[in-house]
């Protein structure tokens, strides 16, 4: 089965700000924030269950992957046929996003 992708609004709007820091801020790699959301997203959608699972009182399923280079972590979940993107969250915030 083929899971078509699905950005929550609150990830996309995470996706904007984080991309529009990264851009302003690490001149060297400015497109390392997208680049890396890119090949997450395709690995997850070809594995999805390659990530961490997370408790989640509100979302079952929910898992996280790590993005080393950039420090964020990919929420998602499957629902049916979607691969849903829940949140795109900073490792070093101390607490999980809400979804």
Not at 11 to 39: C, F, T, V, Y
Request: with cysteine; hydrophobic share 40%.
């Amino acid at each position: 089965m083929d899971l078509k992708l699905r950005i929550g609004l609150r990830a996309s709007a995470q996706i904007e700000k984080a991309d529009r820091w990264w851009r302003e801020n690490r001149p060297a790699a400015p497109g390392a924030l997208r680049e890396d959301l890119h090949a997450a997203f395709d690995a997850i959608l070809s594995q999805p269950g390659l990530g961490t699972r997370v408790e989640s009182k509100r979302v079952a399923g929910v898992r996280r992957l790590h993005l080393g280079r950039i420090r964020y972590y990919v929420y998602y979940h499957v629902c049916g046929e979607e691969l849903i993107v829940l949140s795109v969250w900073h490792s070093s915030r101390g607490s999980l996003p809400s979804f």
